[in-house]
């Protein structure tokens, strides 16, 4: 055996990317064939050795090459040049959903998937409780896939791949969707996946996680490893870096591709920036924002998580029918108004992001930047983290049994 699990050999990975994209039909139809392109490079002579049994992590912006490059040690893409080697099992949980089929119901994809990994019936058979179980989707296993939640499909996508116990686990994102619960979970199967001296490739834009995960990490820029190495020095000089191009008053992990983000969040009660407040308060979360370039119709979105990581409440301009037609390079702010503040005493945690009109691109995703306290106020109601305003009524005065 040897001591590496995968080595990657000036791997270049390009795409042809259409520039005649407003073409007439007849030009279209003319220039057949011959349509306009320019190769994009995406992965640009990457050379890597992963040695066995350890995390290895991937850094880097959007756009630079690591969900390529994964693909290509994954073999779902084939290289244009160069060479990987992968020694031993390779299980990979790459997109939300890859590999489940929508209209089949969870139990259904668990056998689909699993036999996409390599398990056998039996081996699923044998496991398929223990699946389930890390899943939490228990409840919803005989129901189609389409019906779950992103964070349902990675759950059960990830138990899946963890159960094929891989040699080598390649994971991509999966760390962002789940819920606090579910991270912790994850970071627990990674360390036992080690402890195994199994070895775990993971990108992340969470880079606390990758800090304390990671052994080594690569980091990537435009296509191209530009260090690599122990994972703490490189994990805090790119978060430094990214922090210096974009810096942030408040705390938190943020991630995005950065030409517009988040400068301050403030958490509002009678005129002032707080982080204490109560029920019942009315509250406006401020975002301040620079950009370096226009965008049109942006959307602005905000959150609330509780402490422990429930995901308690989420609004978007865009749902919100509050249009901004264009933000100009600059700074600005913009308000969220809360009338009544619906939580119960506890602890919250605020985010907020700043998207394209279709909200498939993220300039800002300022996460859990600020935490706030909230108090007893009005009204008291008695268990959980929501209040309803609700009231008791009788209607129907009570009656003493007739004696018999
Ligand atoms: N199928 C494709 N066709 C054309 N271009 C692609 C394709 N897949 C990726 N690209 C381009 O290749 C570059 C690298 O993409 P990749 O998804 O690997 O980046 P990434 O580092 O994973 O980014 P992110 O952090 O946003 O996930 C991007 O510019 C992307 O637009
Ligand atoms: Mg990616």
Redesign the pocket.
């Known amino acids: 055996m040897s001591d590496f699990a995968v080595r990657v050999e000036n791997v270049t990975k390009t795409?042809?990317?259409y520039t005649d994209r407003n073409q007439s039909l007849k030009s279209a139809i003319i220039a057949r064939g011959r349509n306009k392109f320019e190769e994009?490079v995406?992965?640009d002579d990457v050379s890597l050795e992963i040695p066995r049994g350890i995390t290895f992590g991937l850094l880097?912006?959007?756009?630079?090459?690591?969900?390529?490059?994964l693909k290509c040690i994954a073999r779902i893409l084939t290289p244009n040049s160069g060479k990987i080697t992968v020694d031993g099992r390779l299980a990979a949980m790459l997109e939300v959903g890859s590999g489940f089929h929508p209209n089949l119901t969870g139990r259904e994809n668990v056998y689909l998937n699993g036999a996409i990994l390599g398990m056998s019936k039996k081996e699923i058979d044998r496991k398929f409780d223990a699946i389930i179980d890390f899943s939490g989707v228990e409840r919803f296993i005989d129901q189609p896939v389409k019906n779950y939640s992103s964070g349902m499909y990675v759950r059960l996508g990830f138990a899946v791949a963890i159960h094929v116990e891989p040699d080598i686990l390649l994971v991509?994102?999966v760390l962002a969707v789940g819920d606090m619960q579910f991270q912790e979970k994850c970071t627990e199967k990674f360390s036992e996946l080690k402890a195994d001296g199994r070895t775990v490739v993971v990108?992340s834009?969470a880079h606390d996680l990758m800090r304390t995960f990671c052994d080594e990490v690569a980091w990537?820029q435009n296509?191209r490893v530009i260090e690599t190495g122990d994972a703490m020095g490189i994990v805090d000089a790119y978060a430094n870096k990214e922090h210096r191009a974009r810096k942030v008053e408040s705390g938190g992990v943020r991630?995005g591709s950065g030409e517009s983000y988040v400068t301050k969040l403030e958490w509002i009660v009678d005129g002032v920036d707080t982080r204490t407040c109560h029920t019942g308060d009315e509250v406006t979360i401020r975002a301040h924002y620079q950009s370096e370039i226009e965008i049109e119709r942006p959307i602005f979105g905000t959150s609330l998580d509780s402490r422990e990581g429930v995901f308690v409440w989420g609004h978007h301009s865009r749902d919100a029918g509050y249009v901004v037609s264009s933000i100009k390079p600059g700074t600005g702010s913009i308000d969220v108004r809360i009338p009544s503040l619906p939580l119960r005493p506890g602890t919250f945690d605020v985010s907020f992001s700043i998207q394209d009109r279709t909200g498939t691109h993220v300039y800002d995703a300022l996460q859990r930047a600020i935490r706030i306290d909230v108090l007893t106020g009005t009204p008291i109601e008695s268990g959980g983290i929501m209040t309803f305003g609700s009231s008791f009524e009788n209607i129907q005065p009570p009656r003493p049994i007739a004696a018999g």
């Open positions: 795409f042809r990317v994009f995406a992965v880097g912006h959007n756009g630079s090459g690591k969900s390529t490059l991509d994102e990108v834009h990537l296509g991630f």
